[in-house]
């Protein structure tokens, strides 16, 4: 994901007109980027709407963060067809990156400056005048949740604190479109939640999101629509609900042998079952796809399964990613 670009970008709305006629603000075809005999995007298709919330969902080196630098307009595009805001990043960097937000993937906040002048700072790069920043600062910093904090250094803040500030500044220009690489990584259960609230407000005001992640309730949780890459590919696209219905069963029966069992429970409960539920064999578990998991699993342990733990859980993108490619997203 990009840091802030060095170049200020061109005044905001320069080519305004280029989206009003309600077409998509990111539209790609046949999107390739190599890194000399590398291909790490490899031919993809994708459509962002105004207004939806659309993700990469992928484990680490699909392509992701390679397609959002595209998209963010500080990476070449190598061959195909690419157009954010309506207009050609080849030839119009410096406009769509003043219509732009982004967070990147890493925290880039000057760790000298306090959180207010963080802020501020970044708002005058984009032009802003003192008077109109004063209380778009307050705004962002009440969004954040950071107002109590205003007059603090950045570098004692915790990372979900560093996390928010760094998705305030990014809507400091009031951006068209906004794009979030793996907004969450490293952040603890809590500061996820929290982060996850913000970005959900702003998608009930209209703002268009686009962001990376591998985390699977992460991707539920916040996008209308996503593409499941891997190997630079998409393998699948659709809403998370369609996702899940279109490749997976309703409920997953989890089952944890001891070690070194996995593989011959698996064989028994490919018979016992046959083609009424579909078995997968993972290195710490076995997963029954059926459309009752707690039925599977009584009839399961009924004929004989001595698993060490069990449990029974509804199908989630993680199941979704494992049929299509046969691997975890944290593979």
Not at 76 to 96: K, Y
Request: proline share 6%.
């Amino acid at each position: 994901m990009p840091e802030t670009a060095t170049n200020p970008p061109a005044p905001r709305g320069t080519h305004a007109a280029a989206t009003r006629s309600g077409g998509p603000l990111v539209a790609a075809r046949g999107l390739t980027k190599r890194f000399g005999d590398f291909t790490a995007v490899d031919a993809i298709d994708v459509s962002v709407e105004r207004g939806e919330a659309f993700g990469f969902l992928g484990p680490n080196g699909a392509g992701k963060s390679s397609t959002m630098r595209m998209i963010a307009c500080v990476a070449p595009v190598t061959s195909g067809e690419l157009r954010i805001l309506g207009l050609d990043p080849a030839t119009n960097g410096p406009s769509i990156r003043a219509r732009l937000g982004v967070v990147p993937q890493q925290d880039n906040l000057d760790l000298e400056l306090t959180v207010a002048e963080n802020l501020y700072i970044y708002g005058r790069y984009f032009g802003i005048s003192r008077s109109a920043l004063r209380p778009k600062v307050a705004e962002l910093l009440d969004f954040a949740q950071l107002t109590e904090r205003a007059k603090s250094k950045v570098e004692p803040l915790s990372g979900g604190m560093k996390r928010r500030l760094t998705i305030a500044r990014s809507l400091i220009n009031d951006p068209e479109l906004l794009l979030l690489d793996e907004p969450t990584t490293g952040l603890d259960p809590q500061a996820r939640h929290v982060l996850w609230d913000r970005l959900y407000r702003l998608k009930q005001q209209g703002v268009t999101l686009v962001l990376t992640t591998h985390y699977m309730d992460e991707a539920e949780q916040l996008c209308d629509r996503l593409v499941v890459m891997d190997g630079g590919r998409i393998v699948a696209e659709g809403s998370p609900a369609a996702l899940i219905a279109g490749h997976s069963s309703r409920e997953v029966a989890e089952l944890r042998f001891a070690p070194g069992g996995n593989e011959a429970a698996a064989t028994r409960l490919a018979v016992l079952f046959g083609d009424r539920a579909r078995i997968e064999a993972l290195p710490d578990r076995v997963l029954l796809y059926v459309d009752d998991g707690e039925h599977a699993l009584r009839r399961a342990l009924d004929d004989g399964a001595e698993p060490v733990a069990s449990l029974v859980r509804r199908s989630t993108l993680e199941d979704v990613f494992l049929r299509l490619t046969g691997r975890s997203l944290v593979d």
